[in-house]
């Protein structure tokens, strides 16, 4: 029913307006957006769903960063449209954009999110891994796509750049 490729540069304003939709305003305030302003996502792994006549349903964004110097990546945002929700289609993003990671090799991935959400997915809470402030500490998830692979890692979480 929904078809999911890589977003593209021309995607990149319609996700936005999605994600406009989906959030509550001021979204782009929240720190973890300090840790993506001129970053690019990881193509591979950033998804827009489109229906069968090509209407965006959803989508999901992953953003390279550090954590106490490790490489990691960041999920979000992810979003489904109101009209498209409960379908299932949120746990394909996810699901898909972490298969992608793990057939890269990438080792781990972290979020700020709802807890009862995101352990079905196999997220848990990261110990020791301080998002910029403010962050409720109970909402940073971690998931290993390689295993064992947020054994030893924490500090702060920082650009990729810093
Ligand atoms: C979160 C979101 C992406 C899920 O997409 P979806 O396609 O509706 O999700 P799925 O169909 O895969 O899963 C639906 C299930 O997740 C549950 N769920 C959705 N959001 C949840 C949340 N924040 N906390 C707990 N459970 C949640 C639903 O109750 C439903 O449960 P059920 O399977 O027991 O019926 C979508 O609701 C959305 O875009 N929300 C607004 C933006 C947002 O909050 N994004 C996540 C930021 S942390």
Do not use: K
Request: glycine share 12%; charged share 20%.
């Amino acid at each position: 029913m929904y078809t999911l490729n890589p977003e593209t540069a021309d995607d990149w304003w319609e996700v936005e307006a999605l994600y406009d939709l989906c959030f509550a305003p001021g979204r782009t305030a929240l720190s973890s957006y300090r840790l993506r302003d001129g970053v690019d996502p990881v193509r591979s792994m950033s998804l827009v769903a489109r229906d069968a006549d090509g209407i965006l349903a959803g989508a999901i964004r992953f953003w390279p960063v550090r954590v106490g110097g490790q490489p990691a990546l960041l999920l979000g945002p992810v979003a489904v449209h109101p009209t498209r929700q409960g379908e299932g289609l949120g746990g394909l993003l996810i699901q898909s954009g972490l298969e992608r990671g793990r057939a890269e090799g990438r080792d781990r991935v972290m979020l700020v999110g709802d807890a009862p959400y995101y352990t079905r997915f196999g997220f848990s809470r990261l110990n020791n891994v301080i998002m910029p402030p403010p962050t409720n500490p109970d909402r940073v998830l971690g998931y290993a796509v390689s295993e064992g692979a947020w054994d030893g890692v924490s500090g702060d979480v920082t650009r990729i750049d810093a």
